[in-house]
């Protein structure tokens, strides 16, 4: 199995512009979950979702973020404008059966707003 | 609300020595509980998980066992290697309701190995 797979690996951006981070999860996995790593705050979940629904997105940070699933197999995570403190690690984790078993992480997108 | 608390590290060690790292957890309830390993450039992978009250989990040499008691998960390991360097997050998993796939996780702790 491939894994969950996260693109861009790396991405490098001005402040003001829109960022679109990628995921894929494993197959067959029905939830996907978004996360947020950072030196100041660790690790903390933005939203997640249970065949292809949110059900929970208390962390997201603010309007400026959003988060779709129009399919099993994708899910982006965009943020418009972006800004240098949302410079972080974003990770997407996918799990079989509602999140009820382990959850799966892909490599990471490091991104960085200048 | 639900959190997990980890020691603070960075914990360094010499290769064969033996490993404690602390977490506890407040919680409603009784969750599952987690211990994930990161290692340099990579996501997060479990190393072990517990369901329910005295479980042991165990993998690779490392054992955590679920303390209701104390609210306690702590990570132990007789002999760390070098390999072992990494950083290390304790994690709780709600026992039901909505958001029951809902991990919360600690701080992370940094260890370092020396041979």
């Known amino acids: 199995d491939a894994g969950v797979i996260q693109s861009p690996r790396h991405e490098v951006t001005e402040m003001g512009q829109e960022v679109t981070l990628r995921c894929k999860p494993i197959?067959?996995?029905?939830?996907l979950f978004w996360y947020r790593q950072t030196m100041m705050r660790g690790l903390e979940l933005l939203i997640y979702?249970?065949?292809?629904?949110?059900?929970?997105d208390s962390g997201m940070p603010e309007d400026r973020f959003s988060a779709k699933m129009p399919n099993a197999s994708f899910s982006t995570l965009k943020i418009q404008p972006s800004e240098p403190r949302d410079s972080a690690v974003y990770f997407c984790?996918?799990?079989?059966?509602?999140?009820?078993?382990?959850?799966?992480f892909g490599p990471g997108t490091r991104l960085t707003v200048t | 609300g639900n959190s997990v608390t980890q020691m603070e590290g960075p914990v360094t060690l010499s290769e064969e020595a033996f490993l404690t790292i602390n977490c506890t957890y407040t919680?409603?309830?009784?969750?599952?509980l987690f211990w994930y390993v990161q290692y340099p450039g990579e996501g997060l992978q479990l190393l072990l998980k517990?369901?329910?009250?005295?479980d042991k989990g165990s993998n690779k040499g490392f054992e955590a066992t679920y303390r209701k008691e104390t609210t306690s998960f702590h990570l132990e390991k007789g002999s760390v290697q070098v390999s072992d360097s990494a950083v290390y997050f304790c994690?709780?998993?709600?026992?039901?309701?909505?958001?029951?796939?809902?991990?919360?996780f600690g701080q992370g702790t940094i260890l370092t190995v020396h041979p």
């Open positions: 919680a409603t309830g009784y969750p599952s």
């Open positions: 197959s067959g996995h029905n939830s």
């Open positions: 984790a996918s799990s079989p059966r509602g999140g009820y078993y382990e959850q799966y």
């Open positions: 994690a709780q998993r709600p026992a039901g309701g909505t958001s029951y796939g809902k991990l919360t």
């Open positions: 979702f249970n065949n292809n629904v949110p059900i929970d």
């Open positions: 517990a369901t329910k009250a005295d």
